[in-house]
């Protein structure tokens, strides 16, 4: 199978299960937050924020370095998987004290510290969770049936156990049990066609991958500070119904950012390989990804400051007005965090995972800092600008230090998708109003390609290019 179909068949695999996941999502988002309302819907949003960053101490990046150690080596999956495993389940233990002890001195009320806690369970769920082992071996249609599966199951779950908000307690026991269903199919998946799994304990071994992993632990920490801090600032300084508007628009945009992750995630084993053997494929994989990024995220910035409004009475209702201004402001973090993707996922990829360390820890510097100097005074609009400002400061680091690997003329890519993007807005702006929501969002996508083909932004030569590429003539099929 050639390069790109392996790459086209891991990324539509991921692609349609995230679809499937994001539908079932909004469906769950919206439930929960008519059912919860705004203070409730807070609460839960709050306290999985809290959750996220002990699921970091979890992590501590054995899962990416298992990736992409995997994916340059696959007669190693069996070592790395069991030593992997014994390492995340112990700091899982380890994490879940910590957290114990932070739920019990914070000024909170003791229904959040349950729901904190109830939340925390999911730091063994996601221990035993080894999506990270078939992301290497490059099965990624493995990993999309169990996010189905799973994100099948807690709607079902919030559906049949969550009737009023006196039942939020159970939102974090459905997330939880369905979390460790994911986990099953994939530990079933691989006994059955690998033959193992279990843990193993080899100190040579564990200091090696803790010595490797610690700079790409450190740097989710860093970027989980400055995803969830604003949450967590807005809860401690704003109350829960602060939180509840913020959360609504945030969980929007993350899952639209989603998408981006998945295919991020599917050429993260080829950019690893490259880096070793390829110099010219690097450069033309990672070319082609920054020029989609742009010409995706542009007319989703403008767009979604334009029809902000009907995206978030149609999900939420009325009672999340509020949110409106944090979505328009947060949808610009989506183009910035996109693009610079490319060069951070790269960083980690071609083992510069210190810089990449580096990058995201200036993030989290900036994000606290411009936190505490706007939610006291803007609330929700300084925490949104502070998110955006924080994906600058990134974008900014990771672009200067992935030049000095491989130069990538991102700007060049930006003129004719602009352009398109305005125009598309122009008519977005003068028929919102008018139209009916989707069939104004559908003229506007047509309206937004056609004319980067007429400006060139993306050709036809290219197109047939990669069609003649996914589908190739038997004999240039590559084994």
Not at 270 to 275: G, P, Q
Request: proline share 2%.
């Amino acid at each position: 199978m050639s390069t790109v179909r392996r790459v086209l068949k891991n990324f539509l695999s991921l692609t349609f299960a995230q679809v499937i996941c994001n539908l079932l999502g909004f469906v769950g988002v919206a439930y929960l937050a008519r059912i919860l309302g705004v203070e409730g819907f807070g609460s839960i949003g709050f306290a999985f924020a809290v959750v996220s960053y002990f699921l970091l101490l979890t992590n501590q990046g054995l899962d990416i370095f298992g990736t992409r150690e995997i994916a340059r080596d696959k007669e190693k999956t069996k070592e790395y998987t069991k030593n992997i495993n014994a390492i995340k389940l112990i700091t899982s233990f380890i994490s879940f004290l910590l957290l114990v002890i932070f739920t019990l001195v914070i000024p909170k009320p003791m229904e959040m510290k349950k729901l904190i806690l109830f939340y925390g369970l999911t730091l063994f769920s996601s221990a035993l969770t080894i999506e990270w082992v078939f992301m290497g071996l490059e099965k990624m249609e493995v990993i999309a049936f169990s996010r189905v599966l799973k994100q099948a199951f807690y709607l079902l779950f919030i559906i049949l156990l969550v009737k009023s908000a006196k039942h939020i307690s159970l939102v974090p026991w459905a997330f939880f049990v369905s979390n460790i269903i994911g986990a099953g199919i994939l530990l079933y998946y691989l006994l059955k066609n690998l033959g193992f799994w279990g843990f193993e304990i080899n100190w040579k071994s564990w200091k090696g991958i803790l010595k490797q992993s610690l700079p790409m632990g450190i740097s989710l920490i860093m970027a989980q500070i400055y995803l969830n801090f604003s949450i967590v600032m807005l809860g401690f300084a704003k109350g829960e119904k602060a939180v509840g508007w913020y959360s609504a628009a945030y969980r929007i945009v993350l899952l639209i950012a989603s998408f981006a992750v998945l295919y991020y995630n599917a050429i993260f084993p080829l950019i690893s390989r490259y880096y070793k053997s390829s110099s010219e494929k690097l450069g033309i994989i990672l070319k082609y990804t920054t020029k989609m990024a742009v010409i995706v995220t542009l007319p989703l910035g403008i767009g979604g400051v334009l029809i902000a409004k009907p995206i978030m009475k149609l999900i939420y209702g009325n009672e999340f007005n509020s949110g409106i201004i944090v979505f328009q402001i947060l949808i610009w973090s989506i183009v910035l965090s996109w693009i610079y993707a490319a060069y951070s996922n790269s960083l980690m990829a071609c083992d510069r995972q210190k810089k990449y360390m580096t990058g995201f820890t200036l993030g989290a510097v900036s994000n606290v800092l411009l936190n505490l100097v706007l939610i006291p005074r803007f609330s929700l609009v300084g925490a949104s600008i502070a998110m955006v400002m924080t994906e600058l400061v990134i974008f900014v680091y990771m672009y200067s230090q992935f030049s000095k690997i491989l130069k990538i003329e991102l700007f060049k890519f930006l003129p004719k998708p602009l352009v398109a993007s305005i125009l598309m807005g122009t008519f977005l702006f003068l028929t919102r109003n008018h139209l009916n929501f989707f069939l104004c969002i559908g003229i506007a996508t047509i309206i937004y390609f056609t004319l980067l083909f007429i400006f060139k932004g993306i050709t036809f030569e290219e197109t047939r290019a990669l069609v003649q590429e996914i589908f190739p003539k038997r004999n240039e099929i590559k084994a």
